[in-house]
């Protein structure tokens, strides 16, 4: 099975089981991946995270249900995975606006969020260059920012602003000065603990032997791993990371595994600088 049926097998078994409680170990089996892969393909190929699609296309057909029919609320509440009419008020209005009792009223706007599929889109007319390589365990050590964002997207525009007060406040060049480097030389970036509303951005370098890291500091242990490896021409990183999930992954026998992903960053800031995106991999 290749992976477009493979993906439209995944979304097909969610829209079945809408009314169901949806376990995502069995989404990701129908999608023959693992749960973690699947949950990092699904929001950078969509822009929303599962759960939170999960819970749009729930709240869709609970409004077609009150606009046409004349089912309890707090039946529809049950059907959906709301405890309480109460709760599935609160969701409702969020989403859409109104609550669930006015949705029943005529000419009331609504949103309707229809179910996606995967399509094949005719793409690589551009090159994409990468590597795999197994690296050993290494230790990092940087400053840790909370990335709060439910789409790819939305961490294109988080993650610069945390860039920027590091530069600002003195802990960029406070890292360079214990490596004994140029205050403009460039750092590296690690992205892990991801969650459906964010994840972990830690500006960060390898810990050289022998040297003393200030309190103040974190710490990372990243285990040997093996890393698929893109070049970021021109610090394109946000680029990189579309045509990964988009058209790497897609036709490659690799799938990502559990582990922080890596912005690697080399060079000065003034004197053409270039980067890396690292992705922790393993065969399918």
């Known amino acids: 099975m290749d992976w477009l049926d493979s993906m439209n097998n995944a979304l097909s078994f969610m829209e079945e089981n809408l009314g169901e409680e949806i376990n995502f170990d069995d989404v990701a089996s129908k999608a023959c991946c693992s749960t973690y892969h699947f949950q990092r393909m699904f929001s950078y190929i969509t822009g929303v995270s599962l759960s939170e699609y999960i819970r749009r296309r729930r709240l869709t057909?609970?409004?077609?249900?009150?606009?046409?029919?004349?089912?309890?609320?707090?039946d529809i509440a049950l059907q959906y995975g709301y405890d309480s009419p109460e709760a599935l008020a609160r969701a409702f209005k969020k989403l859409?606006?109104?609550?669930?009792?006015?949705?029943?009223?005529?000419?009331?706007?609504?949103?309707?969020?229809?179910?996606?599929?995967?399509?094949?889109?005719?793409?690589?007319?551009?090159?994409m260059q990468y590597r795999i390589e197994t690296k050993e365990a290494f230790n990092l050590f940087g400053v840790i920012g909370n990335i709060q964002s439910d789409s790819m997207e939305g961490a294109f525009v988080e993650v610069p602003k945390?860039?920027?007060?590091?530069?600002?406040?003195?802990?960029?060049?406070?890292?360079?000065?214990?490596?004994?480097?140029?205050?403009?030389?460039?750092?590296?970036?690690?992205?892990?603990?991801?969650?459906?509303?964010?994840?972990?951005?830690?500006?960060c370098y390898p810990i050289p032997c022998e040297v003393p890291i200030p309190k103040e500091f974190d710490t990372l242990s990243v285990p040997a791993l093996t890393w698929a490896i893109f070049p970021a021409e021109g610090l394109q990183v946000p680029d990189v990371w579309r045509r990964i999930y988009s058209e790497w992954f897609p036709t490659s026998d690799f799938e990502q595994v559990l582990g922080p992903s890596f912005e690697m960053y080399y060079g000065e800031s003034d004197k053409k600088p270039y980067g890396e995106v690292w992705i922790p991999v393993k065969k399918k």
Do not use: W
């Open 162 to 203: 945390f860039c920027v007060k590091c530069d600002e406040d003195g802990t960029v060049t406070k890292m360079n000065e214990i490596l004994l480097r140029s205050p403009n030389s460039m750092l590296h970036a690690a992205l892990y603990d991801h969650t459906d509303t964010g994840f972990k951005y830690m500006i």
């Open 96 to 127: 859409h606006g109104v609550t669930p009792t006015l949705a029943r009223d005529k000419g009331i706007t609504l949103k309707a969020y229809p179910q996606i599929s995967f399509q094949i889109s005719i793409k690589g007319d551009i090159e």
């Open 61 to 74: 057909l609970a409004a077609f249900e009150l606009q046409n029919t004349d089912i309890k609320i707090i």
